[in-house]
């Protein structure tokens, strides 16, 4: 089976002459290059990438001349108002399921070869396309991802809008962290905070957590109550028409020891020699190694995580991730976070986390929060 095939020719040509083409366009390239009639999208996030489209239930076929937009009742308003060169179709009426629709489209539209996102298409639909639609389908798990790669001036316009969104949020719960108030009541006063600078009222989870529960990288808030002394790390963000924000930033609440002043003062050293080297040409896989510069011979080094990093936008755990399986080539326009930490079990951990544009000579830091500890 074919799958990603040739795509680094594709993506060269969008780095280098396509940053203002359209979404529509870099598919269409895909299946001029391919030789296939057509795509067919399911995951959410690519068919929001393909078309726009802010709602649920949602599929597309796009061919080199023709786009068709699939969704319920729920929806079909709601899609004409915002997908005005799109064919609307109802696939609950007269059909029963989506692969009912898809093969009249692919019958009628003399469709004989069409790609599908192999890496996320539910078996029992893609039975139902198997047995309903005659043609052959192409897996092309994860080649619409890498397109969201590279974004474009509007798309890192409206994250750089997202992070700053966050760091206003930011400055106002500071306020808020005080000896009594639980985690969940910041984290909702989080997200409140955020939604009344402006963000989209879709806020996604975020991690609000304290004292010795700070160790754990995806903790989730919990009626814990902040005490003096707590670090209280906060990794959050945002959607701004869509697209995301993530940072994080821990601080201490009263004056910190001398051992949270000293892991404090080694986790900033390995976010900022990261950052040193974000240029384009550097790999995925260099960061990771370079964060743990800092940390040699202080007993730290094996107290990290192995991911400190990855591509954000439409979705925020975006490929690729800086850790050792990635060796991609950073590229001018992507939009990564940078977020090395280190954790101490039944003590606490520390996270500083940063979201940049990678430019033509080095990169823009859209987050504007210091990296000096704050004791509040």
Avoid at 4 to 22: A, H, Q, R, V
Avoid at 50 to 55: C, F, V
Avoid at 293 to 320: Q, R
């Amino acid at each position: 089976m074919k799958e990603n095939i040739k795509y680094n020719e594709i993506e060269f040509k969008l780095s280098k002459e396509g940053i203002n083409m359209t979404n529509e366009t870099k598919i269409r390239a895909y299946l001029e290059q391919e030789h296939l009639d057509a795509f067919f999208i399911a995951k959410q996030v690519n068919t929001r990438f393909a078309s726009g489209w802010t709602g649920d239930d949602s599929y597309i076929i796009l061919t080199p001349t023709a786009q068709f937009f699939i969704t319920d009742p729920r929806y079909t308003e709601q899609a004409e108002i915002e997908l005005t060169d799109y064919t609307i179709v109802n696939w609950r009426f007269p059909h029963r399921t989506v692969g009912d629709t898809v093969a009249r489209i692919v019958a009628e539209n003399q469709i004989h070869t069409m790609a599908f996102e192999s890496d996320c298409l539910e078996f029992d639909m893609y039975d139902d396309l198997k047995q309903k639609a005659q043609l052959d389908l192409v897996p092309a798990g994860g080649v619409i991802d890498k397109m969201r790669v590279i974004k474009t001036p509007e798309e890192i316009q409206n994250m750089r809008i997202a992070c700053d969104i966050s760091c206003r949020a930011f400055r106002r719960i500071l306020k808020d962290i005080k000896i009594g108030v639980t985690e969940k009541e910041l984290a909702a006063k989080l997200s409140l905070y955020m939604v009344e600078e402006g963000a989209d009222t879709q806020p996604y989870g975020n991690i609000l957590i304290s004292g010795a529960r700070t160790s754990l990288l995806h903790g989730i808030p919990s009626e814990k109550a902040i005490e003096y002394g707590d670090f209280v790390l906060m990794d959050y963000g945002c959607q701004y028409h869509g697209y995301l924000s993530d940072m994080t930033r821990t601080v201490v609440v009263g004056q910190a020891t001398k051992q949270q002043r000293e892991v404090y003062e080694y986790e900033k050293r390995s976010l900022e020699a990261c950052e040193q080297i974000l240029r384009p040409g550097t790999r995925c896989n260099e960061l990771y190694p370079k964060s743990l510069e800092p940390l040699k011979g202080t007993g730290y080094a094996d107290k990290t995580y192995a991911a400190i990093g990855h591509s954000i936008g439409l979705f925020v755990h975006e490929l690729p991730y800086f850790e050792a399986n990635y060796d991609d080539v950073l590229v001018p326009n992507s939009v990564y976070t940078i977020e090395p930490g280190i954790y101490l079990p039944d003590w606490g951990g520390i996270r500083i986390e940063d979201q940049v544009v990678i430019t033509e000579t080095g990169y823009e830091n859209l987050i504007n929060i210091p990296h000096d500890l704050i004791e509040l």
